[in-house]
T-cell receptor, first 114, second 115 residues
Framework: NAGVTQTPKFQVLKTGQSMTLQCAQDMNHNSMYWYRQDPGMGLRLIYYSASEGTTDKGEVPNGYNVSRLNKREFSLRLESAAPSQTSVYFC?????????????FGSGTRLTVV | GQQLNQSPQSMFIQEGEDVSMNCTSSSIFNTWLWYKQDPGEGPVLLIALYKAGELTSNGRLTAQFGITRKDSFLNISASIPSDVGIYFCAGQPDHYGGATNKLIFGTGTLLAVQP
């Protein structure tokens, strides 16, 4: 039972480079999310996808794009990385239509932009 | 955007001590959740609360949904070294209407346990 799988686990980018963070879940969840975690800031929502075929901006979407490739996969793209995007990125998924059961998180991608 | 105020920000305790932390909001919530994040991992759900006054336990952990619906508390009894990590509260504001699955997270409480 893999749950939510994120790749890569670690990445170092130079300013201006692009990359895509991958996320896949095998729990048949409809909703998926991308968060970033910074010291003292908690978890901040970047983008989410309530269901396959839909995506919406969260609290901090600037500098990011997302693709809900199918029900299982939700990717996050940085088109031109900036040092301010150095962070730990978490993907999560949940049952649709209710927050009552919480989210299942991946183990994170630690990104450093130099 | 809306934020949850979580306190304390950090705690450094001796093994065997009890721990209390809380989370407050400026608005009413219909769901409160508590997560734990081990070092280098993603958060894992510990306890979920669904109505005002509800008290729920999970082993040595006990959480309560505040009567005002604007706060929640997490207690850990007889702490052990593996309790170390970051504890997050999360919740869904009542004005979201319950038909969405969006959550708001607190800023976390870092717990360190000295053996």
């Amino acid at each position: 039972n893999a749950g939510v799988t994120q790749t890569p686990k670690f990445q170092v980018l130079k300013t201006g480079q692009s990359m895509t963070l991958q996320c896949a879940q095998d729990m048949n969840h409809n909703s998926m999310y991308w968060y970033r975690q910074d010291p003292g800031m908690g978890l901040r929502l970047i983008y989410y996808s309530a269901s396959e075929g839909t995506t919406d901006k969260g609290e901090v979407p600037n500098g990011y794009n997302v693709s809900r490739l199918n029900k299982r996969e939700f990717s996050l793209r940085l088109e031109s990385a900036a040092p301010s995007q150095t962070s730990v990125y978490f993907c999560a998924s949940s049952v649709a239509g209710t927050a009552n059961y919480g989210y299942t998180f991946g183990s994170g991608t630690r990104l450093t932009v130099v | 955007g809306q934020q949850l105020n979580q306190s304390p920000q950090s705690m450094f305790i001796q093994e065997g001590e009890d721990v209390s932390m809380n989370c407050t909001s400026s608005s009413i919530f219909n769901t409160w959740l508590w997560y734990k994040q081990d070092p280098g991992e993603g958060p894992v759900l510990l306890i979920a609360l669904y109505k005002a006054g509800e008290l729920t336990s999970n082993g040595r952990l006990t959480a309560q949904f505040g009567i005002t619906r604007k706060d929640s508390f997490l207690n850990i009894s007889a702490s052990i070294p593996s309790d170390v990590g970051i504890y997050f509260c999360a919740g869904q504001p009542d004005h979201y209407g319950g038909a969405t699955n969006k959550l708001i997270f607190g800023t976390g409480t870092l717990l360190a346990v000295q053996p």
